[in-house]
């Protein structure tokens, strides 16, 4: 299937030649990211976060070290005729993802009560819909996209979930929503005869992407990817932007003993 890419093109420049400033006046900003793998998946995660993926590289799911935070991403193809034997999970699209929300708020919070949606769906980046939610512990966002098959009782969906821990702040909730953005797949999935692709994973290495939907900043999800000139990725709150930097306008963070003004987007797509 699709693959996701997040790839904004700008320029950059080192503060090396910039006139000496006070590094308290202007403080090093943005969480720092670094890629890691399984075999067929990758993310760009913070320090201290594990992520594991099925054999099939069709799911991913990443946690947070102290367990309060989440993201993950997957494809499922639904047969409707199974939601008599196998239950929700085979449901509508709605039903069925709010299956899974509650399996990951269960297994991931301690959370069986369920969860509840919180606003309706509405388009997203012009291609997906994003929907959020909530249970007793925990709140999240869903975006997903689905697809049809020759069989008109069966669907295809794609989706991508963020989770936090009703203690996390507001200020750092976006953390596990950049993460589940960066999640790539190749899924090793084959798909029925009738349908044109046997192979809906990405030919590029883990780290990559090959579609355009999604970008490193999004206004409606409030943070930004940058990177440093050494390729050191780091995530970005929108208060974190300074209008009046040292270099003009942007994002910063200390690099040695110097501020520098990052490049936006991830270094390390393709």
Known sequence: MKNFVL???VFAFALTNAPAISLAALP???????????????????????????????????????????????????NRRMQQFYGSLYGDPQTSMQTLANTIVRAKFGDSNGIRYTSAPRPFLKYFLLRTFASQQ????????????????????????????????????????????????RTQLVYHATDSSSDRGSSKPNGCGGEGNLRGYNKELGWQYAHTSGGTNKLFDLSDWRENGPQGAGYYAT???SLEKLELGRSDDC
């Not at 008109?152 to 929503?177: D, L, W």
């Open 7 to 9: 790839c904004v093109i």
């Open 28 to 78: 090093s900003r943005g969480v720092a990211l670094s890629v890691k793998q399984t075999d067929y998946c990758s993310a760009l995660v913070p320090g201290g976060w594990n992520i594991s993926s099925n054999a099939q590289g069709s799911a991913l799911d990443a946690d947070s070290g102290d367990r309060t935070m989440y993201a993950g991403w997957g494809v499922l193809q639904v």
């Open 138 to 185: 925990a709140n999240g966002v869903m975006f997903y996209h689905l697809y049809p098959v020759a069989d008109p009782n069966s669907y295809i969906e794609s989706f991508y979930m963020a989770v936090n821990s009703n203690s996390v702040p507001q200020s750092r909730r976006s953390i596990a929503q950049a993460v589940a953005v960066s999640i790539r797949c």
């Open 255 to 257: 690099v040695g003993n």
